[in-house]
C-alpha cells in the first residue's frame, strides 16, 4: 500500500521513503524482479532529480539542498542514464578524488561501481582509498567498494578489512556495507564465520559489536539461513553482551521469513501499479 502512495510524498517524507523502500527491497528483490525495482526507483525520482539538478541554486531552500544527493542516489539505483553517464564522466575526468565534488562523491563512486563491476574500477578505487586525506573520503569509498557484484572483488574486499589501512574502528561498518550489498551478504556471512575469533578479539568491547547479530540477520530471510544463524551462535547464546541481540536477530529473521513468504506477490502487484501511475 505504501508503494502506491510514494509518488504523492512530500518533500520532508523521501529520507523515510527511502529508508522503507530500502528495506522492501532487502526482503522482496530478487533477480528476477530487480528491474521491477529499479523501475520504481526511476519513476519516484525522475521529478525531483529533473528540478533540483546536480549544482546549488541561488537562495535554494536548505530542504533542497538536503534532498539532493538523496534524489539522485534514488535515480543513480533506478539506473537513470543522464545520471549514470553523468558520475561515469566525473569519476572518468578525475585524476584524484580531490576533483570529485564532496556534495556527490559518495554517489559518483558508489554508481561507477555497481554500474561497471570491473577490477579496473575497483583498483582505482582501492587507491584512492589508501592516500584518502580525511576520514570523511575514506567513509565514501568504502561505501564504493563494498557496492560491487563481482564475488571474487567481494572476496579481496573482505581480505582488506585486516588489513593495515582498515582503522580498527572502522572494521563494523565495512561489514555492515557488505552485508547490505545483496551481491555481498552470503560470502560475507561465511567470512565472518570464519574469522569470528578475529572479529571478537578486535572489536568484543566496542558497542557495534553487542548488535552484531542482529544487524547480521536483518539482512535474511529465508528458512534456510534461519537454520545456519541459530546453529552457529548456538554457543553464544549465553554470552551477556550478545544474548541479547542474537535473540533480537531470531526474531527478526522469523517475520522477515513470514512477511516474505505472505506478501511477495502483493509487493510485486504494488511495484506495477507505482510503474504505471500518471
Known amino acids: 500500500f505504501m508503494l502506491t502512495l510514494l509518488p504523492y510524498f512530500t518533500q520532508p517524507m523521501w529520507e523515510i521513503v527511502a529508508q522503507e523502500l530500502g528495506h522492501i527491497r532487502t526482503i522482496f528483490e530478487t533477480d528476477k524482479n530487480q528491474e521491477l ?27 533542497d539542498k538536503l534532498l539532493r544527493p538523496l534524489v539522485l542516489a534514488l535515480s543513480s539505483y533506478g539506473r537513470d542514464k543522464k545520471t549514470v553517464n553523468r558520475c561515469e564522466r566525473v569519476f572518468d575526468a578525475a585524476t584524484n578524488i580531490d576533483l570529485i565534488p564532496s556534495t556527490t562523491r559518495g554517489l559518483i563512486l558508489a554508481t561507477v561501481a555497481r554500474t561497471r563491476d570491473d577490477k579496473n574500477t575497483y583498483d582505482t578505487l582501492l ?32 581480505k582488506f578489512i585486516k588489513s593495515k589501512y582498515v582503522k580498527q574502528q572502522d572494521v563494523i561498518f565495512w561489514i555492515l556495507y557488505l552485508l547490505s550489498n545483496k551481491s555481498a551478504k552470503s560470502v560475507t556471512w561465511k567470512w565472518i564465520q570464519s ?30 539461513f534461519l537454520d545456519e544463524y541459530l546453529a552457529f551462535f548456538e554457543t553464544h547464546k549465553h554470552d551477556p553482551v550478545l544474548r541479547r ?18 506478501d511477495n506477490d502483493q509487493i510485486e502487484a504494488a511495484l506495477h501499479l507505482v510503474i504505471n501511475l500518471n
Not at 207 to 221: D, E, G, K, Q, T
Open 37 to 63: 525495482f529499479q523501475q520504481v526507483y526511476l519513476k519516484l525520482s525522475i521529478h525531483e532529480t529533473k528540478r533540483l539538478g546536480w549544482s546549488e541554486k541561488p537562495n535554494e531552500l536548505h530542504a
Open 127 to 158: 587507491s584512492w582509498h589508501n592516500i584518502a586525506p580525511t576520514d570523511e573520503v575514506k567513509h565514501d569509498v568504502a561505501l564504493a567498494l563494498t557496492s560491487f557484484k563481482s564475488e571474487s572483488l567481494n572476496l579481496k574486499t573482505l
Open 195 to 224: 574469522e569470528w575469533q578475529w572479529i571478537k578479539e578486535l572489536l568484543g568491547a566496542e558497542v557495534y559489536f553487542s548488535s552484531l547479530p542482529y544487524f547480521i540477520a536483518r539482512n535474511f530471510h529465508t528458512l534456510e
Open 245 to 262: 541481540s542474537i535473540a533480537q536477530g531470531k526474531e527478526t529473521l522469523l517475520w522477515q521469513i513470514d512477511w516474505s513468504e505472505r
